[in-house]
C-alpha cells in the first residue's frame, strides 16, 4: 500500500528509500510544500479542490491498490 504522503531527502536518499513524512523533524518542510501545493492547485482552479473528478461515461479506473499499472488491474469505483 502507498502512503497517504510521501517526502524524500534526494539528496541522501536518492533512491527514496526512506519516507520521512511521518518524521516530526520532517512537519515544518512538510506543511510548506502542502501550502505551496494548495496555492497553486488555486492559481491553476484545480478540479479536485471542487471534489472528486467523476470519470467520463464508459471510463474506467485503475484500481488504486494495485501494486503496478502493468498488472492492467481494472475496477469500477463505487459511486459517490
Given at each position: 500500500?502507498?502512503?497517504?504522503?510521501?517526502?524524500?531527502?534526494?539528496?541522501?536518499?536518492?533512491?527514496?528509500?526512506?519516507?520521512?513524512?511521518?518524521?516530526?523533524?520532517?512537519?515544518?518542510?512538510?506543511?510548506?510544500?502542502?501550502?505551496?501545493?494548495?496555492?497553486?492547485?488555486?492559481?491553476?482552479?484545480?478540479?479536485?479542490?471542487?471534489?472528486?473528478?467523476?470519470?467520463?461515461?464508459g471510463?474506467?479506473?485503475?484500481?488504486?491498490?494495485?501494486?503496478?499499472?502493468?498488472?492492467?488491474?481494472?475496477?469500477?469505483?463505487?459511486e459517490?
Amino acid at each position: 500500500m502507498v502512503a497517504a504522503e510521501e517526502l524524500y531527502d534526494l539528496v541522501f536518499d536518492p533512491m527514496e528509500h526512506m519516507n520521512l513524512a511521518k518524521e516530526s523533524r520532517a512537519q515544518t518542510k512538510l506543511v510548506e510544500m502542502r501550502a505551496m501545493l494548495k496555492a497553486w492547485m488555486q492559481r491553476t482552479n484545480d478540479p479536485l479542490l471542487h471534489g472528486p473528478v467523476p470519470l467520463i461515461q464508459g471510463g474506467r479506473a485503475v484500481d488504486p491498490d494495485a501494486y503496478s499499472p502493468k498488472e492492467l488491474a481494472r475496477y469500477e469505483p463505487p459511486e459517490r
